[in-house]
């Protein structure tokens, strides 16, 4: 069963890269992978948003944003702010990280860190794309996750690449 449902939500990332094809940037897609990832992530506190904060070059995040627009889980909608490394990052629960980008410190912050940046994992991520053989991948540190009160399913353990334990 647990190979079943992990199979189901693979095909389903995959649809949804294949719908928008090559002439999408990989960050629209990454932002998608994010939306389908929060089902299978247990938050430490009940929300009544998903507060997202976007750290990247100030003309990307309208197209990060874009695959938020008219999305929720459980009937909790997604909220998108493009921040600086200046921003006060207490107040996202997820914070995306754009390449070339990661702030020189996250100490304090609680929120679930996703980045597209070598070595994320080891700078502050709990959740990392990478590019393999023109894919995207990811990573997970369960270890932070745990620590930050964050439970990752099964379900997306298994789907990545490598899982710090």
């Given at each position: 069963?647990k190979q079943i449902l992990a199979s189901l939500f693979f095909i389903s990332l995959m649809l949804s890269s294949s719908v928008y094809g090559s002439s999408v940037d990989a960050l629209t897609l990454k932002a998608n992978f994010v939306v389908k990832f929060i089902p299978f992530i247990e938050f430490?506190?009940?929300?009544?948003?998903?507060?997202?904060?976007?750290?990247?070059?100030?003309?990307?995040?309208?197209?990060?944003?874009?695959?938020?627009?008219?999305?929720?889980?459980?009937?909790?909608?997604?909220?998108?702010?493009?921040?600086?490394?200046?921003?006060?990052?207490?107040?996202?629960?997820?914070?995306?990280?754009?390449?070339?980008?990661?702030?020189?410190?996250?100490?304090?912050?609680?929120?679930?860190?996703?980045?597209?940046?070598?070595?994320?994992?080891?700078?502050?991520?709990?959740?990392?794309?990478?590019?393999?053989?023109?894919?995207?991948?990811?990573?997970?540190?369960?270890?932070?996750?745990?620590?930050?009160?964050?439970?990752?399913?099964?379900?997306?353990?298994?789907?990545?690449?490598?899982?710090?334990?």
């Open positions: 069963m430490p506190i009940k929300l009544k948003e998903y507060r997202v904060g976007f750290i990247g070059k100030p003309e990307r995040f309208k197209e990060f944003g874009q695959a938020f627009e008219g999305k929720s889980h459980a009937k909790v909608k997604f909220v998108v702010t493009n921040l600086d490394s200046k921003s006060d990052l207490s107040k996202v629960d997820i914070l995306f990280i754009d390449a070339n980008q990661f702030p020189p410190h996250l100490t304090n912050v609680m929120a679930l860190i996703i980045s597209d940046e070598e070595n994320g994992l080891e700078k502050g991520a709990i959740i990392n794309f990478q590019m393999a053989d023109e894919l995207i991948k990811f990573e997970i540190n369960q270890l932070k996750s745990l620590e930050y009160g964050y439970k990752i399913s099964s379900r997306l353990l298994n789907l990545a690449k490598r899982v710090v334990q």
